[in-house]
């Protein structure tokens, strides 16, 4: 069975689980802290140990003194190895020959903008050229006007004999004024056509020069990369196969000889290097989970606190809210799953027994269909409960009150 509580208490509800969910989440913090710093010192001191096998490891391969089963691993390993390493050489293959093709494109194209540049300077200066000689003959044409004009304007009285000729000189003159103006804005345009074609062109020249500048970077610095690699194929090979073998290595084999001690060492702090790899992953999985639940409460904690101030605003009779056993049991889980990730220093120093705890409240309390259906459960209970306020007296005493 659920639990009836009115509004404010339902309200005090929400906010105590919240609470218990960020305390919840502050706990597993501290451990992840713990986890942390336990780690960094676990892996100095693996990768310290790796390093002194590796080298007995490589200086066995050199004598040929590998133990049989070691030989026999480590063979398996370089086959892994070897395809890894031909397939990272066909990558980088790929890649200079993509940075190559960038480059020789930004080549072609600056090319094609110096031609189209070089293409359009004639055309553009031809029309310069010609608007020059029109505007010219136009401002000659003018000049002749006006001076024909002056004359039949003569002191005292040629204005008067000649105000026929003077009138259809002006409006020649007018007209073709009209011309030359219409021919020094073409002028103009032509001039600032050819500018912003200039400027487009160096604008892109120096992008296409940066762009071959560093696709061609990208290809030497991958080119040097590549011939590395195939320079000494057979040494980084057998160093990764030695590595990969070193690094996967759960238990000493029996014929391991003067490698037995430090392989022990080395296979000690591989068991406590995944532990907490596998604990750092449980710990990111579970904050993300109270992390998005914690959002979602406080989004319904909001509404519920809108529909509480309704009520004492217009003073209306108070909610029974009636939570499900669905919801009551979700929220019981916070007290034990605070218990089982409290102590922080007894669980950094055993993150598979944290992996564990948290394992079990991630499957049977924390799953998708747990929470969706708790968060369902609150909505249909509040939206039971705000039904009583959907009569007629009531409506009108909100809408009464409102005004």
Known sequence: MGEKMNLGQFYNFLRTARRRIADVYREIEEVQYQFNDLYASVMQNWQEQASACLTILQQQIEKKSLPPSLAAQLEGRLKEEREKFDKEVADLCQRVAAQRDTAHAALMNAQDQIAALRKSNPELNAREEELKARRVSLETELAAIQNNINRL?????????????????????????????????????????????????????????????????????????????????????????????????????????????????????????????????????????LK?????????????????????????????????????????????????????????????????????????????????????????SLNAATKAWDSKDLTGRRKKRGR
Do not use: C
Request: no cysteine; hydrophobic share 40%; net charge negative.
């Open 153 to 289: 304007n003569s002191f005292p009285v040629g204005w008067i004999r000649n105000a026929g000729a003077i009138r259809q000189l002006r409006q020649q003159h007018a007209a073709l004024q009209k011309n030359l103006e219409g021919v020094i804005t073409e002028l103009r345009a032509v001039r600032q056509e050819w500018q912003e074609r200039k400027m487009e062109a160096e604008r892109q020249q120096a992008q296409l020069k940066a762009d071959w500048q560093a696709a061609s970077i990208e290809a030497a610095q991958l080119q040097a990369q590549l011939d590395a690699l195939v320079a000494n194929q057979e040494a980084i090979v057998l160093r990764r196969a030695a590595e990969a073998l070193l690094v996967e290595m759960k238990e000493v084999p029996p014929d391991a000889g003067e490698l037995s001690e430090p392989l022990q060492k080395l296979v000690e702090l591989n068991t406590s290097r995944e532990g907490y790899q596998r604990g750092l992953t449980s710990v990111a999985e579970v904050l993300g989970l």
């Open 292 to 380: 998005g639940l914690g959002e979602g409460m406080d989004r319904f904690i909001t509404s519920v606190s809108t529909v509480f101030e309704e009520q004492r605003r217009y003073q209306l009779p108070d909610l029974e809210v009636d939570i499900s056993k669905t919801v009551a049991d979700f929220h019981n889980m916070w007290g034990e799953f605070q218990s089982k990730v409290k102590d922080e220093k007894y669980l950094g120093a055993r993150p598979l027994e944290f992996s564990e705890r948290i394992h079990y409240f991630i499957k049977a309390k924390l799953t998708e269909e747990t929470i969706e259906r708790m968060f369902e459960d609150l909505g249909a």
